[in-house]
């Protein structure tokens, strides 16, 4: 892989945020950087090289929520990128890692600042946690040399994606370090990170192949910004669904308390009908007992007088039973 690095990259990520200084850079004269060649304006190799670096740079920034908050429960600063260089010293050659991902740093707000355009390790203060190569060829050295520069840069977790299987299998190799040196990890998944990588046979801008991905810790996908907007538009729809449903439920649930509220009318008036009937009969009822009360009274008045009749003929010696 060239030496080469794109500053369009840079423009790319989040530079939000100002890089604070590291301990161990506190209170030091800064280097002078104004000889260092921080670019060279030698494109990356090849086109296959160049997406798989995007579809390991843009995800970062569109999707991901970020590594574990940090000690007091607050989120932590990160910085992705692609074809950057790294210096570890101003006296050393810089090494070009295909895509890094340092964790706790941040850019500067002037990335065309001459200490702000590459990874200086004085400036940034650390090395970055993830280093990913892509080979393309056998020029590389990053099963050898390469790999040893990292181990001495303290570059905690290294990987290695041959597409082509140059190197034989296995095609992705998983390093952590150990010492001073990087031994083979059986999962590939960073805990200090909260990241994994993975390979996913997939359609990307159009090509399909097989890609290296980053996963979450449950080893679904890192989206990218296209992934994420489907999704989101999928979600969207879901939930407009949902509301729809919702509606027609609370339409449903209205005219549901129409009819009953009808019902409970027609039952009202029903019931009024029926009292209306109930004093009705009563009425009646209360006509017929003072009609019966009236004969009750007239019979009552008839047997008095029929009495009184007998008790004036047996006064006159005439029993009024006797046949006439």
């Known amino acids: 892989m060239t030496q080469a690095w794109c500053e369009g990259m840079l423009a790319g990520m989040n530079v939000a945020a100002k890089v604070f200084p590291s301990p161990s850079t506190v209170g030091l004269e800064r280097p002078d950087v104004s000889a260092i060649v921080t670019e060279d304006d030698t494109p990356v190799d090849n086109f296959a090289s160049e997406k798989q670096q995007r579809l390991l740079t843009e995800p970062i920034y569109t999707s991901w929520s970020g590594p574990p908050l940090d000690a007091d429960g607050l989120p932590r600063t990160f910085v992705a990128a692609a074809n950057v260089g790294m210096f570890s010293t101003p006296k050393e050659p810089p090494i070009v890692p295909d895509v890094f991902l340092s964790l706790d740093v941040a850019l500067a707000d002037d990335l065309w600042e001459k200490e702000h355009r590459t990874y200086f390790f ?35 977790h290294y990987v290695v994606w041959d597409p082509q299987g140059l190197y034989g299998d296995p095609m992705l190799r998983v390093f952590e370090l150990r010492g001073n040196r990087y031994v083979t990890m059986q999962r590939a998944f ?116 029929a009495e009184q009749l007998a008790a004036m003929l047996r006064a006159l010696g005439i029993d009024p039973k006797a046949d006439s």
Not at 128 to 153: C, F, H, T
Not at 232 to 253: I, P, S, T
Not at 277 to 296: F, M, N
């Open 122 to 156: 004085w400036e940034m203060g650390k090395p970055p946690d993830v280093v990913i190569e892509v080979i393309s060829n056998r020029e590389g050295a990053e099963l050898s040399s390469k790999k040893q520069r990292y181990a001495q840069l303290k570059v905690k």
């Open 190 to 305: 960073f805990p200090s990170v909260g990241l994994g990588v993975a390979l996913w046979d997939g359609v990307y801008e159009g090509f399909r192949d097989v890609w290296l991905r980053w996963t979450h810790p449950d080893g679904s996908l890192v989206a990218t910004g296209v992934e994420w907007a489907k999704q989101e538009r999928g979600r969207a729809e879901v939930e407009r669904g949902r509301a729809k449903a919702a509606l027609v439920r609370a339409e449903e649930e209205r005219e549901r308390a129409e009819e009953e509220r009808e019902r409970a009318e027609e039952e009202r008036e029903r019931a009024d009908v029926e009292r209306g009937r109930a004093d009705v009969e009563r009425k009646r009822a209360d006509v017929e007992h003072g009609r019966a009360e009236e004969e009750r009274e007239r019979t009552k008045a008839a047997q008095a007088r």
